[in-house]
């Protein structure tokens, strides 16, 4: 691999963990860790990275980086990166965090005024004591580095040079990149945080008093206690209820009318497209924060009537970042119009268009011939199907379906109207069925930043078992459900869905063996887990708007693509 | 064609009727009942003096091909009808041996009696020696395997005219003795056959320990044995899949948690997320084929193969009622079942598109009941006789079959 520019890393020195360079900070220097960081397979031509505070830059110039230096390309001051799940869980953090912090940051900030104290009476350069401290000060919080860069910016000029001058920089370059890092997501075996949610949510759940140990950091509610509650709090509290657009919507996501990451997110965003229509700044308020509080709130909401899709959080990030970006000057009636037009904007490119162009792409790879399978019903997927058929292909299309939602069926309908041929059978058949099977076609609820694709349960053995009889696997999403977070398997992040989903076999009476089943039977637990996550080796390709590309780009589409779009 | 008696013909049909109805369930039960009615044909068949053997192999041979035609899904008949024909003729051939040391070693004495007792003594180690000799097709026997059993008896018929009444005498005990052996060997197989989950179950102590997580999916007796086997002395916890569209799962489930097992039930398509936690997949089998491959309920494949991905040991409880010599070719359709598509989709919505008359779109459904696994994905068979490697299942074939009665005419 060629290395563009002149900096060179001298192999003896091994530096590791984020380091400043000796010498500038220029242009070039950026673009060798770009490189570096592009080791994946698929080379996307990059665009030059814009700056706006050079010194606040220090990219690494260890060669095995892996996460990317990312920073001049962030307004220093705005922080971007949203958390999912509302403010209130960043606000939490930041204040559990600080609580551990005022213990030790006054000791820690005598140790590194001593240290500094040090290096400037004896000039050094060999940052390695500093270093090796911030190291190990990586772990604390970002409240440390902000305070610390803040009272390191008298001392920085001349010090800048020397490599101890590395920890304002770090400081700020790990904030940074602290921001590229997804929030932790709020972890449900925190009884602290459970409580402080709690407060706020507008509705009441009770939780399950038989939880599935395994699953202790998901949510467990029992279902069907949501709707009383909710209807009751509707009409009390003026400032706390929610938008009836929003509130139709969270009605429609409880009962699961409405299902499927697409629909969820256009739903949702047509009805915060309502809501802002509708929302004029209370007096003595001011228009973003109140309007970002409203928001944040009827997130909440729609998180408690069933856990946010990945495909709406990044909408609603999307959405945030709009609001904050609005410019100062414009009156209210003309931000209100410009936030609607974005979010139509958003809907059409990113969802509607991002649609038409993955079945462009796709019906490419279906032949006359084919037998191609799908697992449960994606909307994508019908898409391209039903417009591989509008062309005239000659192909066969299985369905894969399971329990409990047994969503295939509503997909074998919609074929079977259009005319064509299909085979039905349950997920157990499908070794008995992908004999005969040329090519799979699965949607996603999201890929990962590892390349794992995160999907309706089920989708990871279809793609094993295809995967065994040496079938390519295609998966259909667009790009705005990419997320930064990674898994390795389903447990870290799911969601329980309700389990007497279970009990009860839909046609079947026959089946009386789970009747009389409650929560409070000690023994037996019914888990009826709704997303699953299916390992990249087992994906041939990702159909995006982009193009088709291997799982492993994944993450390059998200550094490179999206990085645009809110800034 | 020999013509069995009268009286065991209606519980012949009987029971060719049951299996036809599929009034019997499970390999078990079907591999009891088969046994039991072999039993009787023998018992009541009338031997002539001359090859008894074959009178006996002709008669079960043709009440064996009928059961076998009247459910071929069940292959357990298949395999109690095979190992019956091999306990003739292991009975017929170490008979064979007994008659020709005990006529040699008993020249001088006259006396009938003292010569089956030494016969009787000797029988043991020849019938030792000559099943050692039945049971591996070694080239040894491979160039004499036929002469074997008549050569005996034309030593006997070269060695005495000393005394004619001996010999008839001889060859009359002879039959007898055949008859009263081989429903010896077969109320041995039956008690092996009633001892089956017990024997399964001792052997569970050894494979699941404190605190482990075990997956399966469906139903199968003889796990239920096994894991409450366990549960005496460990605990530990169960994820049982449901198995759709039988959801048999449920029905273990409900017995699990009333014997105060910890039972997680989770749907078929969660195995692949939860197969991360588990240390060991257990299920039973419907047939182990001769080179190792499981015949399973549907939907196991997919387990075996979850399981394979991420290290997790595949064991399959099986018996040696469920052995069946016979290869897999394709057993996907030749050795599968398929059941009524009603079980999977309703008929309402869909009847145009499952009529073909009507000219639109097509729809097939399919339901089939069983699963095939290659031996690779196998860990272990425990059966009654301890643990075995799927690669050595073919020897368990060769002693317990013989191979002239791997195809059934």
Known sequence: ?567 | MVGTMPDVQPLVDEFITKLNRRQVEGSLDTAKLALVLLRQVISAQRIPPNSPANTLIEAIKSVGVRMIAANPIELAVGNIVRRVLHIIREEDASLATTVVTGVTTAVDSDDEDNLDIREQASSHAVAAANRSVLRAPSLHNLLESMPNPIRADVTVASTGDSDARSRSGDKNSRSWKLKHNVIESINELLVELQDYHSQVAEQALEHIHQNEVILTLGRSRTLLHFLLGAKKKRSFQVVVAEGSPRFQGHKLAKELTAEKLSTTLITDSAVFAMISRVNMVIVGAHAVMANGGVLAPVGLHMVALAARRHAVPFVVLTGLHKLCPLYPHNPYSLLNDMKSPSEVLDFGEFSDCLNGATGGPQCHVFNPTFDYIPPELVSLFITDTGGHNPSYVYRLVAEFYSPEDIVLQ
């Open chain 1, 1 to 567: 691999m060629e290395r563009r520019g002149r900096a060179v890393i001298d192999p003896k020195v091994r530096q590791v963990g984020f380091v400043t360079p000796g010498e500038g900070t220029d242009l070039i220097n950026l673009a060798i860790p770009l490189e570096q960081g592009a080791n994946s397979p698929s080379p996307v031509l990059i665009p030059p990275v814009r700056i706006n505070d050079g010194a606040s830059v220090a990219p690494a110039k260890a060669a095995p980086m892996p996460v990317p230096s990312p920073t001049s390309r962030r307004h220093p001051t705005v922080d971007v990166n949203l958390p999912l799940v509302g403010l209130d869980e960043k606000a939490k953090e930041g204040k559990t965090k600080s609580l551990k912090e005022r213990t030790s940051k006054a000791e820690r900030r005598a140790a590194q005024e001593a240290q500094r104290a040090a290096k400037k009476a004896a000039e050094e350069s060999g940052g390695s004591k500093p270093t090796k401290g911030d190291v190990g000060g990586t772990g604390a919080s970002q409240k440390d580095s902000k305070a610390s860069k803040g009272t390191h910016q008298k001392t920085n000029s001349a010090e800048r040079r020397t490599s101890s001058s590395g920890k304002p920089a770090d400081k700020g370059q790990e904030k940074e990149k602290k921001k590229d890092v997804p929030a932790p997501r709020m972890q449900f075996d925190d009884a602290e945080r459970v409580a402080k949610a709690k407060k706020r949510s507008l509705v009441e759940q009770t939780e399950t008093k038989n939880r599935v140990e395994l699953f202790r950091h998901l949510p467990q509610f029992v279902h069907g206690t949501q709707l009383p509650s909710l209807e009751s709090k509707f009409f009390q509290d003026e400032s706390m209820h929610p938008h009836p657009a929003i509130y139709k919507v969270g009605l429609q996501y409880l009962t699961g009318d409405l299902v499927g990451g697409n629909a969820r997110c256009v739903a949702m965003l047509m009805a915060f497209r309502e809501m802002i229509q509708d929302y004029s700044t209370p007096p003595e308020k001011i228009f973003v924060r109140d309007l970002t509080q409203k928001i944040n709130s009827h997130v909440s909401f729609l998180n408690t009537c069933r856990p946010l899709a990945i495909s709406m959080g990044n909408a609603i990030k999307f959405l945030k970042t709009r609001v904050v970006n609005l410019a100062e000057e414009l009156s209210e009636a003309e931000a209100k119009a410009s936030l609607i037009a974005e979010i139509d904007r958003f809907i059409q490119e990113k969802i509607l268009y991002a649609d038409k162009e993955i079945v462009k792409h796709a019906v490419q790879k279906i032949r006359d011939g084919d037998v191609c399978l799908t697992y449960g019903s994606s909307c994508v997927v019908e898409m391209i199907l039903l417009k591989a058929h509008e062309m005239g292909k000659k192909f066969r299309v299985v369905v894969v379906d399971s329990r409990p939602k047994l969503e295939g069926k509503r997909l074998l309908k919609r074929l079977l109207s259009e005319g064509l041929d299909c085979t039905y059978t349950y997920i157990n058949a499908m070794s008995y069925i992908m004999q005969e099977v040329t090519r799979v076609f699965l949607g996603a609820a999201s890929v990962l930043a590892n390349g794992t694709v995160y999907s309706r349960v089920g989708t990871a053995s279809v793609a094993m078992v295809a995967h065994a009889f040496s079938v390519p696997v295609m998966i259909c999403c667009e790009t705005y459900k990419f997320h930064e977070r990674v898994q390795l398997d389903s447990i870290t992040a799911n969601e329980l869905g309700n389990p007497d989903a279970l009990v009860k076999v839909w046609g079947r009476r026959d089946l009386t063996d789970l009747e009389g089943w409650s929560p409070e039977d000690k023994h037996l637990q019914l888990l009826n887990l709704t997303y699953d996550a299916t390992p990249s080796d087992y994906v041939a390709m990702v159909i995006t708007e982009l193009g088709m590309v291997p799982p492993s780009s994944v993450p390059v589409i998200l550094r490179e693509y999206r990085r645009e779009l809110p800034g």
